[in-house]
């Protein structure tokens, strides 16, 4: 990463609108507060997947990060985020 001080942000409406599209039923609503956890969850997950990428990267002795080496962390990340979606209610 070129720039390791670079904030991660993702907007609230924008989380929102996304988790709401796949609610089952129109009656499901998200609170702000959710809307704001789910973005540092996301945050998080992002600057997880870029730290793995990386690591990936040097361990191939690589100046840069390429997809191909996202794709051979993405597997852990898969597995990581369904371990904690299993803790987590349905919507």
């Known amino acids: 990463m070129a720039e390791r001080d670079a904030e991660i942000v993702f907007k609230k409406d924008t989380v929102h609108k996304l988790l709401s599209g ?13 809307a704001l956890l789910m973005a540092e969850m996301l945050k998080i997950f992002v600057e997880e997947a870029a730290v793995r990428s ?6 191939e002795d690589c100046d840069e990060v390429e997809i191909e ?7 852990q990340l898969v597995r990581m985020s369904t371990f904690s979606s299993c803790l987590a209610p349905e919507f």
């Open 22 to 34: 796949f609610f089952k039923e129109e009656k499901t609503k998200l609170s702000g507060d959710a």
């Open 54 to 59: 990386q690591k990936q990267a040097e361990s």
């Open 69 to 75: 080496h996202f794709e051979k962390i993405l597997p």
